[in-house]
C-alpha cells in the first residue's frame, strides 16, 4: 500500500458515509438544504486529498490539505445541524461525525508538519 492509500480510503468511505446519511433526509426545504450542503462539503475531501497526493510542490500540497480541512470542517458543522434539527439522531450520525472529526485532526497536524520541516513557506497563510 502506498503511503496515504490509508487516508484515501477513509476520505473515500467518509464519502459513502455522508451519502448513505443524505438519504435518510426528508425532501422538504430543510432535508434539501442540507443535504445539497453536506453532499459538497462530505464528498470533496476524498478527490480533494487525491490532488494532495499529487501536489507539485510542499507549497501546493499545504494549499491543497487546507482544502480538504475546510471541507471536513464544514462537514462536522452540517452534520451538527442536521443533529440539532432533528433530521438525524444521534446514533446515527456519531461515527461519521467522529470519523470527520479525526480525519481534520489528521489534516491539521500533516499541514503543519510540512510547515514544520520547510520552514514558513512563502505566500499566503505563512
Given at each position: ?90 446514533e446515527a450520525v456519531t461515527g461519521t461525525l467522529e470519523e470527520c472529526r479525526v480525519l481534520a485532526r489528521i489534516m491539521a497536524a500533516s499541514i ?15
Amino acid at each position: 500500500m502506498a503511503k496515504g492509500d490509508d487516508l484515501q480510503e477513509r476520505l473515500v468511505k467518509l464519502a459513502a458515509a455522508v451519502i448513505l446519511l443524505c438519504r435518510t433526509l426528508p425532501r422538504d426545504d430543510g432535508g434539501g438544504h442540507v443535504t445539497g450542503q453536506i453532499l459538497r462539503s462530505g464528498t470533496s475531501p476524498a478527490p480533494n486529498y487525491a490532488e494532495a497526493r499529487g501536489a507539485e510542490s510542499d507549497r501546493d500540497f499545504v494549499h491543497k490539505l487546507g482544502i480538504v480541512l475546510k471541507e471536513l470542517n464544514e462537514t462536522i458543522v452540517w452534520l451538527q445541524i442536521g443533529l440539532s434539527s432533528g433530521l438525524w439522531t444521534e446514533e446515527a450520525v456519531t461515527g461519521t461525525l467522529e470519523e470527520c472529526r479525526v480525519l481534520a485532526r489528521i489534516m491539521a497536524a500533516s499541514i503543519n508538519t510540512v510547515k514544520r520541516r520547510v520552514g514558513a513557506l512563502p505566500g499566503k497563510g505563512r
